[in-house]
């Protein structure tokens, strides 16, 4: 599943690769979006591409936003124009070209043409929680937002809850706590301000690392069983929260 740091990447390329053309937006399968038809894209200017969490705005002239979020499975491609896609256009959902690039997306969960006043209005966006990559958190503000969870919720769940902070996912849940040594399992209500804003910098600052590379780490997600980096013991796995989304930690190096 595509988290904070891949939107906010896909974000900075579109922003350098599109924004300020005037685009050309179609559908190539009989996928429409919901709201206003895509044709309502064609010929505008594509003002900005900016990530909030998990979902991605796309900001047109005159007010029109097409608000995307990939869910599990979906993805945007950048292409150059004319280059081959590497997935049918029977799967495609939108197309977004302009002179230097084209942007796809495929097998998305949700894709909406509104406009900015609908969009302040979305139910989804308000419940938002700060965004863990914005340049203005810093780790105390994003330490009381996971709180908010309250005493009793395990550290792995709050981390994926995005009312409290938006962006994180699973693999940085995993690899958060891991960097920051200490067990997802722990409740928010044993954990003292100075543990908690070690997790929050430490998953930020992996997410940042992530923005810039275009790779996650991996030093304990989907490894169970396999040596831990640091202390080369068994790296463990669990179903965690009420989603059961797997954690992986090493018990020997969180504590
Ligand atoms: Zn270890």
């Known amino acids: 599943m595509a988290e904070g740091d891949t939107i906010m990447r896909l974000a900075l390329r579109m922003q350098a690769s599109l924004a300020g053309e005037r685009i050309r937006a179609a559908c190539p399968s009989s996928r429409e979006p919901e709201g206003r038809p895509v044709a309502s894209l064609d010929g505008r ?9 998990k979902h991605l705005l796309l ?19 950048l292409y150059r124009p ?3 896609w590497r997935l049918p256009p029977s799967r495609a959902w939108i197309s977004i070209s302009g002179e230097r690039a084209e942007a796809v997306n495929f097998s998305g969960t949700s894709m909406r043409i509104v406009r900015e006043s609908e969009l302040a209005r979305d139910r989804r966006l308000a419940r938002l929680g700060p965004d863990v990559l914005a340049p203005e958190l810093s780790e105390e503000r994003a330490a009381a937002a996971l709180r908010g969870a309250g005493p009793e919720a395990e550290l792995g769940e709050a981390l994926l809850d995005q009312t409290l902070l938006a962006g994180i996912g699973n693999i940085f849940k995993s690899e958060g706590c891991f960097a920051a040594e200490i067990n997802p399992w722990r ?8 543990e908690l804003r070690r997790v929050a910098g430490a998953t930020r600052e992996l997410m940042l690392t992530a923005v810039r590379s275009g790779r996650a780490p991996r030093s304990v997600h989907r490894r169970a069983g396999m040596p831990c980096p640091s202390c080369r013991g068994p790296i463990e796995s669990r179903a965690q929260g009420d989603a059961a989304r797997i954690t992986y930690w090493c018990p020997r190096c969180q504590r």
């Open 45 to 53: 200017a594509l003002e900005s591409a900016e990530s909030r969490g």
């Open 187 to 194: 409740r928010l209500g044993d954990l003292s301000d100075t």
């Open 59 to 77: 900001r047109f002239s005159e007010g029109l936003v097409l608000h995307s979020h990939l869910g599990m499975k979906g993805a945007w491609h």
């Open 82 to 84: 004319g280059e081959r």
